[in-house]
């Protein structure tokens, strides 16, 4: 199984990167967050990947959320590019990349092939 | 205006927010003679991270890590209650349309109440460091008996009046259905601090992000990481525990135990290889404290 979606988003893995594509998410929360790191390890079994993280429709997790994927969500990743929408997407997840610090070598993009230039080097 | 040079006034607008965010309220944007927005801008978080240094009466408490679902309460002077958050209508077990405007007595064991008069009294003695309370939760409907509760708390002032805010977490809950108790985190009530200094404070926040950055092995012992972050060794374990309610080898007990339920609960690897790669040298030492834990040892999780 390399493919999995659910309510709130899609999982693909694809030439050794995780494609992690956010669907629009009425209230990111502590459960949600659980069960979104839930289902990729799940996916990936014990294999870490690299992983392309597409938030351009998501919504802002709130703190307790933010905390949990900062820690827990960098489990079984070797780096998370985010992929966003210009602007204002950009700034809110430099503050969140600054102020709950993932584990793993994380860079934000707004251009799709740039991020996967990026995570090929993990 | 140069484009590059409009950007590097941006960034320090945004490092700035950062740095509020992460409780540094000694950071400040270095402004020019610009009559501009992004100088107004500089100007106002520059008034922003003053305001919050001096509301706060102890920075270091600002957005306080592992400290889940606190209760918080806003008393005026004549210690009426006027404002709760949920969690403490929820320990009160009292509807907020009673509750708000009551006098905190009401609500508190007479020994309770008169130990936070007497701190309130002097308050202004204590202006660099919070007041630790102690709140025996009592005369509630459904509670035959008392909740200890202990607190931070802060003194807000406004140019008309002070206000006592008070964040903390229930210690022991006694149960009607048990004489037992349950006891959650405990803290140890100094009413001193080693705290004194926003340096001190980040070097300590420093720490706990290393902590958290290094769930995989084991960690340097204090004096080590004392040497590592250029602080005195005394006031790194006093000032960490004080910051988190945790002691530096708990908390990376405590981090590492959470990731390896993770794992146990949604990899198929096996327990021995979580425990191996979570930095722990032995399973049967793994498996203890997990259970120590958890209530149930690591294989009881897997698969469920």
């Not at chain 2, 270091?60 to 889940?68: K, L, N, T």
């Not at chain 2, 926003?198 to 300590?204: H, S």
């Given at each position: ?6 309510d ?10 995780l ?60 780096a998370v ?22 584990l ?19 | ?13 945004r ?70 958050n ?8 009292h ?13 508190l ?53 002070s ?10 809950i ?64 006093k000032?960490?525990k ?45 498996s ?9 040892p ?7």
């Open positions: 199984m390399n493919f999995l979606k659910t709130y988003a899609e999982i693909l893995i694809k030439d050794g990167i494609f992690f594509t956010y669907l629009p998410i009425p209230t990111f929360d502590i459960q949600l967050a659980e069960q979104i790191v839930s289902d990729r390890l799940h996916i990936q079994r014990e294999q870490a990947y690299p992983v392309l993280c597409d938030i351009r429709k998501f919504s802002l997790p709130d703190i307790k959320a933010r905390k949990y994927l900062a820690i827990e969500g960098s489990l079984l990743t070797t590019a985010y992929l966003v929408a210009p602007a204002l997407s950009v700034q809110l997840t430099q503050f969140f990349i600054r102020v709950n610090k993932p793993v070598p994380t860079q934000v993009f707004t251009d799709k092939s740039e991020a996967i230039h990026y995570l090929k080097q993990f | 205006m140069d484009p590059l040079k409009r950007e590097q006034r941006l960034e320090q607008l490092t700035m927010i950062h740095e509020l965010a992460n409780g540094n309220f000694s950071h400040r944007i270095p402004l020019g003679n610009q009559s501009d927005d992004i100088e107004s801008f500089g100007l106002m978080l520059n008034l922003l991270a003053e305001e919050l240094g001096s509301f706060f009466v102890h920075p270091g408490s600002f957005g306080e890590r592992d400290i889940e679902d606190p209760y918080s309460l806003i008393l005026y002077t004549d210690l009426n209650i006027t404002a709760v949920s969690v403490f209508l929820k320990l009160l077990n509807p907020k349309e009673t509750t708000i405007g009551q006098p905190i007595k009401q609500f064991h007479s020994s309770s109440f008169h130990n936070l008069k007497k701190q309130f009294k002097n308050p202004y003695k204590r202006k660099k460091k919070p007041l630790v309370v102690k709140l025996l939760i009592t005369l509630t409907p459904h509670y035959s008996l008392p909740i200890d509760c202990w607190g931070y708390c802060h003194i807000l002032q406004t140019s008309e009046t206000l006592y805010f008070i964040r903390g977490l229930p210690i022991v006694h149960s009607p259905q048990s004489v037992h108790t349950t006891s959650t985190a405990h803290p140890s009530f100094r009413s001193d601090t080693v705290l004194q200094y926003q340096a001190d404070i980040q070097k300590i926040r420093a720490v706990h992000q290393y902590i958290l950055e290094h769930l995989h092995e084991s960690l340097p012992n204090t004096l080590a990481l004392s040497r590592l972050f250029h602080i005195n060794e005394n006031k790194l374990k000032g960490f004080e910051l988190y309610q945790i002691t530096i080898f708990k908390l990376h007990l405590e981090k590492r135990l959470d990731q390896a339920m993770v794992m146990i609960k949604n990899t198929p690897t096996s327990l021995k290889v979580v425990a191996h790669s979570l930095g722990f040298k032995s399973f049967p030492h793994f203890k404290v997990f259970k120590d834990k958890f209530e149930y690591p294989s009881h999780f897997r698969n469920r």
